[in-house]
T-cell receptor, first 116, second 114 residues
Framework: GENVEQHPSTLSVQEGDSAVIKCTYSDSASNYFPWYKQELGKRPQLIIDIRSNVGEKKDQRIAVTLNKTAKHFSLHITETQPEDSAVYFCAARSHSNSNSGYALNFGKGTSLLVTP | DTAVSQTPKYLVTQMGNDKSIKCEQNLGHDTMYWYKQDSKKFLKIMFSYNNKELIINETVPNRFSPKSPDKAHLNLHINSLELGDSAVYFC?????????????FGDGTRLSIL
């Protein structure tokens, strides 16, 4: 089954700096990689996603890169702001271990703190 | 206007009780999910239904029984609650059944077992 590793588990940056979170996956058949942001006590919210036919995708201050050969993908946040502080989860889509459906396997999360 | 709504938001109960959590989505999606988020924030898929049919049933104790009366609703019933069931349970939905579309999460149900 799919195994998604996420690093670092915690990340502290100063406002205005960049933040990078990295994930690796094990299933070479995985082809969809979303990133979710979860603020304290709130639900996970999709911030950006990338499919395996694309190497990079940008949305304002957020970008995601994908290296299929190395099986890793990264989230880049530029010009960080205090409101970017949250837990960020990467995920990879793969066939479910036990059944006929497809599941998102999540990394263990990165707690990002942006200090003013 | 909430896209994925769960009830209740909080559930405090004693060990051994039976409880249910309800989820409804108004996005017209075909697939709905239940996730468990433990105290370490790890998000793990439990079940998934596509058009009322169970398509994912990960290694979950059979005390947990999902039910989907129609594609807009997915409920979760838990029998004989145990201390280890304390967690936040999230419902989510997405279009299609191939897992490659964005998933929209509900606000979660925080279950605390005394």
């Amino acid at each position: 089954g799919e195994n998604v590793e996420q690093h670092p588990s915690t990340l502290s940056v100063q406002e205005g700096d960049s933040a990078v979170i990295k994930c690796t996956y094990s299933d070479s058949a995985s082809n969809y990689f979303p990133w979710y942001k979860q603020e304290l006590g709130k639900r996970p919210q999709l911030i950006i996603d990338i499919r395996s036919n694309v190497g990079e995708k940008k949305d304002q201050r957020i970008a995601v890169t994908l290296n299929k050969t190395a099986k890793h993908f990264s989230l880049h946040i530029t010009e960080t702001q205090p409101e970017d502080s949250a837990v960020y989860f990467c995920a990879a889509r793969s066939h479910s271990n036990s059944n006929s459906g497809y599941a998102l396997n999540f990394g263990k999360g990165t707690s990002l703190l942006v200090t003013p | 206007d909430t896209a994925v709504s769960q009830t209740p938001k909080y559930l405090v109960t004693q060990m051994g009780n039976d409880k249910s959590i309800k989820c409804e989505q108004n996005l017209g999606h075909d697939t709905m999910y239940w996730y468990k988020q433990d105290s370490k924030k790890f998000l793990k898929i439990m079940f998934s239904y596509n058009n009322k049919e169970l398509i994912i049933n990960e290694t979950v104790p059979n005390r947990f029984s999902p039910k989907s009366p129609d594609k807009a609703h997915l409920n979760l019933h838990i029998n004989s609650l145990e201390l280890g069931d304390s967690a936040v349970y999230f419902c989510a939905s997405s279009q299609g059944s191939f897992g490659n579309q964005p998933q929209h999460f509900g606000d979660g149900t925080r279950l605390s077992i005394l």
